[in-house]
């Protein structure tokens, strides 16, 4: 940047001389060789040519020429203005353009200092900085997301720390814009694998293809949310509320859903085995081709519930409530080990 600053004005005072130089060579051109040729003179007139024109013929005649030739050099001037009014707009646009990028990086670094303040009032400040810059420099847009990404990973508690009820100010607040990224490509490259942050507010995340392994959204609230084709195994969701959420494909094996609300949830084709769903409100759901095999059903709420094509094979539906043994056996596939 500091190279582009110093060697682009050095080369505009070059190119500066050397249209002063054709100028003035063109000027001299114009009014001594061009204007006798214009009149038949292509040398100087010899002592004989002299005698066969007066003075006053021989002066009329090249000052008529001087005066087309100054119109057409007039119109030359017009031109070298206009381009040197170009090239200066040019040069204006490119040192703005620079100066612009060199405040994006002046505001980019403070903000990523003040995430690492101990105040939190100052680190929530540097999110809100990054998010703006973000909005401003599209350019810039995946280093700020990625670095946010990386705030709440590290800002989170450890998994052996016994984790708050809800997640810090600061860290709820770069979750929420990470989440909510406008970029449709930019969900897959969302890695919140092993963060803690039960009670954190996920409603009309977009998540689709993110990965969410081992993480600790218990009691959440993450209705409306984009979880299609997302990675959830052993994500902890109890008590969370998902009511709404698009999951279809998304891989939930192992997950803990117990006593979740997953009211008409679409987690058609998800991959739940082995999911604790226990007390789950499932209440039209749609369950269409999901793989529960061994999954823990017990107590679940499944009125009106799709599960036309599912895998219930070894799972556990003891005390089910909505549907009876035979509709479930009818619309899914089941097996000996499949409890009732």
């Given at each position: 940047m500091l190279g582009l600053r110093l060697g682009f004005p050095i080369l505009w005072l070059e190119i500066m001389a050397c249209v002063g130089l054709a100028v003035v060579v063109v000027?001299?051109?114009?009014?001594?060789?061009?204007?006798?040729?214009?009149?038949?003179?292509?040398?100087?007139?010899?002592?004989?040519?002299l005698k066969d024109l007066t003075p006053k013929d021989r002066l009329e005649a090249v000052s008529s020429a001087r005066q087309t030739l100054m119109q057409s050099a007039t119109g030359m001037v017009v031109i070298a203005g206009v381009v040197f009014t170009a090239a200066g707009l040019t040069y204006t646009a490119r040192t703005l353009h620079t100066t612009?990028?060199?405040?994006i990086t002046d505001r980019y670094t403070k903000a990523v200092e003040q995430l690492a303040s101990k105040a939190i009032d100052i680190r929530l400040g540097g999110v809100y900085a990054l998010?703006?810059?973000?909005?401003?420099?599209?350019r810039d847009r995946n280093t700020?997301?990625?670095?946010l990404n990386a705030f709440v990973r590290e800002h989170s508690p450890k998994l052996q720390a016994k984790a708050p009820d809800r997640p810090a100010t600061d860290v709820q607040a770069a979750l929420s814009i990470v989440i909510h990224q406008d970029d449709p490509n930019a969900a897959d490259r969302i890695n919140l694998d092993r963060i803690q942050v039960p009670g954190a507010v996920l409603?009309?995340?977009?998540?689709?293809?993110?990965?969410?392994r081992d993480v600790n959204l218990r009691g959440a609230h993450s209705n409306w949310a984009d979880l299609n084709n997302a990675t959830l195994i052993r994500a902890d969701l109890?008590?969370?509320?998902?009511?709404?959420t698009d999951?279809?494909?998304?891989?939930?094996h192992h997950a803990k859903l117990a006593r979740t609300d997953l009211r008409l949830v679409n987690s058609h084709n998800a991959y739940m085995i082995g999911t604790n769903l226990r007390g789950a409100d499932l209440a039209m759901a749609d369950l269409?081709?999901?793989?529960?095999?061994s999954a823990d059903l017990r107590g679940a709420i499944l009125d009106m519930t799709n599960l036309n094509g599912a895998n219930l094979t070894g799972a556990d539906l003891r005390n089910v409530r909505g549907l009876s043994p035979d509709q479930i056996r009818k619309a899914a596939k089941t097996n000996k080990s499949t409890r009732f």
């Open positions: 000027f001299w051109a114009l009014l001594g060789p061009v204007a006798r040729w214009m009149v038949g003179e292509q040398q100087p007139l010899h002592e004989g040519e612009g990028q060199g405040q998010e703006r810059l973000a909005t401003d420099s599209p700020v997301y990625a670095v409603s009309g995340a977009k998540l689709s293809l993110a990965s969410l109890t008590n969370a509320g998902l009511e709404n999951a279809h494909n998304a891989n939930l269409g081709g999901v793989d529960l095999s």
